[in-house]
T-cell receptor, first 113, second 110 residues
Framework: DQQVKQNSPSLSVQEGRISILNCDYT??????FLWYKKYPAEGPTFLIS?????DKNEDGRFTVFLNKSAKHLSLHIVPSQPGDSAVYFC????????????FGKGTHLIIQP | NAGVTQTPKFRVLKTGQSMTLLCAQD?????MYWYRQDPGMGLRLIHY???????AKGEVPDGYNVSRLKKQNFLLGLESAAPSQTSVYFC?????????FGPGTRLTVT
């Protein structure tokens, strides 16, 4: 049973436009959410995170929105750039989570020139 | 400051062979993790450690063993490799909620 779901395996966006990546979760115990970016043949790198006590966190071109009632979060990238082409993983943590992150399957974002 | 490093980067094993993957971190983090990533899947937790001398099972521990004899190192062992263990293996260490990942080890079992 998948606790973190990214239902779009891929997403194509034109350069300069907004990219919106979505993530749903089922476990109410999750209290912290993270987005990771992954290029081929590299490890995931941390992008942005949000605590469950907030509904928005912004860092430059990246904004994460959290809707707790819907158990949904989204990552907005504005404006999208060619270097943003990568696989994006949504991950969730619970209770100070020593026992690792729960990851979604990832969304492959392709930025078209 | 190298962060998290993994050795080796690539390996091909025959079914039944054994090997050890080494993870090292220089950030003095207490928590370390081993994940595997398969095509179309997210990262799945194999084992983790909350400090030197401790280990615990994650979501997919079968067929793997781990050891954390030194704080900076976390070893993942395959005693008898199977084709189902063909995967990319990532090690991570953690500070607060954020996990820092190594570059990965691509393992093929034939």
């Amino acid at each position: 049973d998948q606790q973190v779901k990214q239902n779009s395996p891929s997403l194509s966006v034109q350069e300069g436009r907004i990219s919106i990546l979505n993530c749903d979760y089922t476990n109410s115990m999750f209290d912290y959410f993270l987005w990771y970016k992954k290029y081929p043949a590299e490890g995931p790198t941390f992008l942005i995170s949000i605590s469950s006590i907030k509904d928005k966190n912004e860092d430059g071109r990246f904004t994460v929105f959290l809707n707790k009632s819907a158990k949904h979060l989204s990552l907005h990238i504005v404006p999208s750039q060619p270097g943003d082409s990568a696989v994006y993983f949504c991950a969730a943590d619970s209770g100070g989570g020593a026992d690792g992150l729960t990851f979604g399957k990832g969304t492959h974002l392709i930025i078209q020139p | 400051n190298a962060g998290v490093t993994q050795t080796p980067k690539f390996r091909v094993l025959k079914t039944g062979q054994s090997m050890t993957l080494l993870c090292a971190q220089d950030m003095n983090h207490e928590y370390m993790y081993w994940y595997r990533q398969d095509p179309g899947m997210g990262l799945r937790l194999i084992h983790y450690s909350v400090g030197e001398g401790t280990t615990a099972k994650g979501e997919v521990p079968d067929g793997y063993n781990v050891s954390r004899l030194k704080k900076q190192n976390f070893l993942l062992g395959l005693e008898s490799a199977a084709p189902s263990q063909t995967s990319v293996y990532f090690c991570a260490s953690r500070e607060f909620y954020e996990q820092y990942f190594g570059p990965g080890t691509r393992l093929t079992v034939t």
